[in-house]
């Protein structure tokens, strides 16, 4: 991944981490997506007076926060930081998907975290389907500009921004790179991560868990177009039909 790729995306914050907007990817017929509309990010926590003051500029109108009910009783978003964005969440206990597999094994190895961030690549999007539902919801009202974010803006925000930018017709090269672009912020993910394992699990065995790898999302396209045919068919079963998506196009992509 190139300079050139990440120029002007990525916005740089203090307080927190991993925000970027998703503005000036190619899409269908060439068309670029329109810039300072559609933002991923970490979790909103932290931010600092000069943060606050260049959130704000983003003028939001939305904010979906992937969260579990339990990570945003910890890390508590500031809203009053948010300006006049109206935010949206979903009450959930945390996922295990492939970890409780990990941990019980005989010989713990980095081989089973892999195995297991597949797992939960193939999972994540019917465990938080009823969440992805409610994004692309707003997507196709064009409630934006709108950010989506989790706790390291890596996993459930990298799917939802993967499957976004495949309805958008974005190469899939670029949507990994968009993915690893995550790996930036490796440093703080990793601590975030370590603060919640057992001291006596190796922080090698987690490495896998920290990465943004791009296996892990050709996993999740691949289960999709095992079982709905690709991303426009998983979210038609959810409820986002064909005119939904042309609808999304349209608002999303510059003429």
Known sequence: M????????????TGMANLRDLGGLIGLGGRRIKRGRYFRSG?????????????????????YDLRSSLERERRPGESFKFGTAKIYSRDYKDSAAGFPEVMSAPVIQPSLAVEAMLKL?????YEHAESILDIFQLLKDDRT?????????KDRTGIVAALFLEILGCSRDDI???????NAHIDLIRTRYLEHTPPEVPAEIWEPVVQSDRRYLEAMFAHLEDQHGGAEGYLSQLG??????????RTALES
């Open 176 to 182: 990994y790179d968009d993915y690893i672009m995550t």
């Open 43 to 63: 979790e909103l926590f932290g931010l600092t007076d000069e943060d606050t003051r260049i959130f704000r500029g983003l003028d939001l109108a939305t904010i």
């Open 145 to 153: 500009p709108l950010l989506f974010h989790c706790a390291a803006g």
């Open 240 to 249: 986002i039909g064909a005119a939904d998506i042309e609808s999304i196009r």
């Open 2 to 13: 190139g300079e050139k790729f990440a120029a002007g995306r990525h916005i740089p914050l």
């Open 121 to 125: 690549y193939r999972t994540i999007p």
